[in-house]
Every structure is written in C-alpha cells, then in structure tokens.
C-alpha cells in the first residue's frame, strides 16, 4: 500500500487559501469538476457553515469523500445528518449516511478508477488517500477508515 504524505484532520494551507476563492465562484455558477458547495448545521452553534466539498457519482449514486480526513465539516455532518448542496442557483437538501469502512471501500476503489489510470490523478490519489493502481481492497478499507465516506439521498 502506498502511505499518504500527510498527517490528517486539517487542510493543508493551500486548500484553506483556495476555499477562501472557490465558494464565489460555485455561488456564481462556475463549474469547478466535481466541486460543489455543502452546508451544514455546526454541531455546537446550530450555525449553517458552508464549505466547498468534491461530489463524486459512482452507479447512479452519490458520495462525499473527506480528503483530509476528520475535518469540521465530517463531524458537523455526521451530527445533523442532512446538508444543502449548492452550485449557482442549484441547491438540493439531502440526507448523508455515513458508510462503514468495509461499505465503502469498494466505493472508493470504483470512484479512483479512472484517477488512479491518469498520472495526475495516480499522484493524487497515492498523495492524499495512500492507494495506487495496485492496491488490494484491505488497503482501500484502510483509505476508508481514514477518509469518511458519506452517500447521500434527497430529503
């Protein structure tokens, strides 16, 4: 298995400088990839805190992969257990369903396929998730267990 590069539980600083721009420019309707906004209900001020996630679709369904690991947004989410999604004038409120480890390391491994196929995305994915084109499903389990994974449903 192919170790992450980063300790998790915070974003590196690059990706905080990033959020600071990419949430405008989702308000503005600007497709950013699988970007989208998500917002959720702080779980000690009932605050609404918005923050921009990646959305993936694996057969019909979708997903949200916390990059970095327990951040704000995994443990706000995991305690109200519904968010809006937002993109331009889009917004969808869903329900999210975090998955066990074992539930969703196949999506995880479904979703890189392609990634782990282009140098880039093969960089990306060793980097952050610490899976390579040649990892077993254990170690996608172990991706899992360090990654929370969320499938979400329309409310």
Known sequence: MATPLRSLSRA??????ANTLIPA????GMP??????????????????TTPVGL???????????TFGEVNWVRNLRAAGQALLTRGR????????????????????????PYLASPIGRMFA???????????AS????????????ALHPS
């Open 56 to 66: 993936f679709k694996l057969d019909g369904r979708r997903y949200l992969f916390s």
């Open 126 to 136: 060793q980097a952050w998730y610490g899976v390579s084109p040649h990892s077993s």
């Open 25 to 28: 420019l989702l308000r503005l």
């Open 90 to 113: 889009g917004r969808e409120a869903v329900s999210a369903l975090e998955l066990s480890p074992e539930a969703a390391a196949p999506i995880l491994q479904g979703v890189f396929a």
């Open 32 to 49: 950013l990839d699988n970007m989208i906004l998500l917002t959720v209900a702080g779980r000690k001020t009932g605050q609404p805190r």
């Open 139 to 150: 170690d996608f389990i172990a991706a899992a267990r360090r990654h929370p994974v969320f």
């Open 12 to 17: 590196p600083v690059f990706v905080r400088l």
